[in-house]
Structure formats: structure tokens, C-alpha cells
């Protein structure tokens, strides 16, 4: 879980919106396209490791992973949830 003081400050690197913490069940459905070999991040290539959390932009298409419990802001890093067919449930209320 992300300091909520953090959370307030951290933004999205590419377009600087806010982020907020993924949901576990998003977490869940992100570490399931990486078991499938089916989750690549912004610059194509395929995920192989599990996230522990992440946190998601503002509009629900991108999550940046959250590694060893620290958020990896790099654009590059970011996961396109609309390619995973994910971008609506990164738009959902979170639950911790």
C-alpha cells in the first residue's frame, strides 16, 4: 500500500494527471496477462514478472507497477490496460 501523503503528490509521467492505487482485483487480472505471456508495457515488450500493486492514471488506460513496493513511474514501464481489454476496470473505485 502507497503513504496516501505520497499519493496525493505522485502524477502520471507522460501527462501529469493524477494516479491512484489499483484495485486488488485490477492487480489480480494485470498478474493473470502476465502469467498468459499476454502483457507487454508501452514499448512492446512482454511482462514476465508478477506486480505487486500498481497504481492507475486518471482515465483508466495506463498502470505504472508498483515493484518491491516502489511505484515505477517511467513511461515506458506503464501497462496499456486497453490493450489487456482492462481500461474500464482501472476506471472502477478502488478497494485497497
Do not use: F, H
Amino acid at each position: 500500500m502507497i503513504d496516501p501523503k505520497l499519493l496525493e503528490i505522485l502524477v502520471c509521467p507522460e501527462n501529469r494527471t493524477p494516479l491512484r492505487e489499483a484495485s486488488q482485483e485490477l492487480v489480480e487480472k494485470v498478474n493473470q496477462a502476465i502469467a498468459a505471456g499476454k502483457a507487454r508495457n508501452r514499448t512492446g515488450q512482454t511482462l514476465e514478472k508478477p506486480i505487486d500493486g500498481g497504481l492507475v492514471r486518471e482515465d483508466g488506460k495506463v498502470l505504472y507497477p508498483v515493484m518491491d513496493d516502489i511505484p515505477v513511474l517511467l513511461i515506458d514501464e506503464g501497462i496499456p490496460l486497453d490493450e489487456l481489454g482492462l481500461a474500464e476496470a482501472g476506471r472502477e473505485p478502488c478497494d485497497g
